[in-house]
C-alpha cells in the first residue's frame, strides 16, 4: 500500500429523528415509560439502592456544611506575620489576609515553631499551641 491509495475512513451518519416522516412521533423509542423520556430528570435519576443525589441533600435554605466552622491560621503563620509583642484578633487577621470573612470564628493551631511573645484576643486555641504560646511568655484573651 502508499500513500496514494489511502483513502479516508467513512464516517456512519446518525439518523435524526423526531422530525416528522417515517421515524416522527415517538421517535423509534416506543411509548411511554421512563426510558422512552430524554435526560435523567428529577424523577428519572436512577441510583440503585442509593439513595440519589437530590434527595440526600438538605433542603433548606442557607445549608452550610457542620465541618468547616472555623477559620484556622497555624503558628507559624503567627510568627512570620507578625512582630515581637502584637495584639492578634480576628480584625487583625482578616486586615493582613490571612483569615477569610465567611466562617465566624479563629482558630490557631499549634504547627511550626514560635519565638516571639504574642497577645491572643478573643481566638480559639488549641492545646498545643496554648502551650507554645505561653511558653514564649504570651498571653491568651478570651472574651
Known amino acids: ?45 436512577f441510583e440503585g439502592t442509593k439513595t440519589p443525589l437530590w434527595r440526600r441533600t438538605p433542603k433548606l435554605r442557607g445549608f452550610k456544611s457542620i465541618y468547616d466552622k472555623n477559620n484556622v491560621v497555624n503558628v507559624s503563620a503567627l510568627e512570620n506575620n507578625f512582630q515581637e509583642g502584637d495584639v492578634i484578633s480576628a480584625k487583625i487577621l482578616l486586615k493582613k489576609g490571612l483569615i477569610s470573612k465567611t466562617k465566624p470564628r479563629v482558630k490557631i493551631l499549634g504547627n511550626g515553631d514560635l519565638k516571639k511573645k504574642f497577645i491572643i484576643d ?22
Open 1 to 45: 500500500m502508499q500513500l496514494h491509495q489511502l483513502k479516508p475512513s467513512k464516517k456512519k451518519v446518525r439518523k435524526r429523528v423526531g422530525r416528522g416522516g417515517p421515524h416522527g412521533t415517538t421517535a423509534t423509542r416506543g411509548t411511554k415509560g421512563q426510558k422512552a423520556r430524554s435526560g435523567s430528570g428529577k424523577g428519572r435519576s
Open 122 to 143: 478573643d481566638c480559639l486555641v488549641s492545646k498545643s499551641a496554648e502551650e507554645k504560646i505561653k511558653k514564649t511568655g504570651g498571653e491568651i484573651r478570651i472574651i
